[in-house]
């Protein structure tokens, strides 16, 4: 989960931006410290549960944000990162009812929309989860954004379990493009690709993905069987 901008300099930037560059564990122990000395710090209190969430802590990142979610019910950003936390946590339900209670304070945060389509989805909702997916790339800024790619790749899953598969494979192909080094892309475009015949095409892809993957043993064995249809 992204960190909350702390909207000044000081401790809990400095976390933020460790954050954002993939430093979840010096994030966690910077903010740890700010508190010790501001306990009350609302978004260094929410940050450090994402810093948690990052490093695979989830249950203790769930049992902060249910707190801080009790002393501030109308925070659609804690909303958010407790219903993530909650559906990490295997409670789809109530993390959809969590992210739905997040959207009716920030209507159409695309980010909240993303997260409740993944509930939505792991309760096989697919098309439900398809319309939030849509409706959240529609409120991207114009340009360059860093959700777009993971946005199009849960589209593409979206497309490909409700059976419209060359739709899929077109969504995969623009997050590609966005992400090429992201190998559960390039992995479900060369599954997509394999299912259509475009056989070519997918061990090309999949090639890829089990480069950038090599201990992955789902994409490894995709591989594999891609390369057997040719034999």
Request: charged share 25%.
């Amino acid at each position: 989960m992204p960190p909350e901008p702390s909207g000044g300099p000081g401790d809990v930037e400095q976390a933020a931006a460790l954050m954002e560059g993939g430093r979840p564990a010096e994030a966690q122990r910077l903010l740890e410290a700010h508190l010790t000395a501001d306990p009350e710090d609302r978004v260094a209190l929410n940050n450090l549960a994402c810093c948690r969430l990052n490093l695979g802590l989830v249950e203790e990142a769930r049992d902060l944000l249910e707190r801080l979610a009790e002393r501030w019910p109308e925070d659609a950003c804690l909303l958010n990162n407790l219903g993530f936390a909650r559906l990490r946590t295997g409670s789809a339900p109530e993390a959809e009812e969590t992210f739905r209670r997040a959207l009716s304070i920030l209507p159409s945060d695309p980010e909240t929309l993303n997260n409740l389509g993944l509930a939505l989805a792991s309760q096989g909702r697919w098309l439900d989860a398809l319309s939030n997916y849509r409706e959240a790339l529609a409120g991207l800024p114009s340009g360059p954004h860093p959700l777009t790619a993971d946005l199009l790749n849960n589209l593409g899953c979206a497309y490909r379990e409700i059976g419209t598969l060359t739709e899929a494979a077109s969504v995969f192909r623009r997050a590609q493009v966005l992400a090429p080094g992201d190998a559960e892309i390039a992995n479900n475009l060369g599954c997509t690709t394999l299912a259509l015949g475009l056989r070519a095409e997918a061990e090309a892809v999949l090639a890829r993905a089990a480069r950038l993957a090599p201990e992955d043993p789902v994409i490894q064995a995709n591989l594999r069987r891609c390369l057997a249809s040719g034999s």
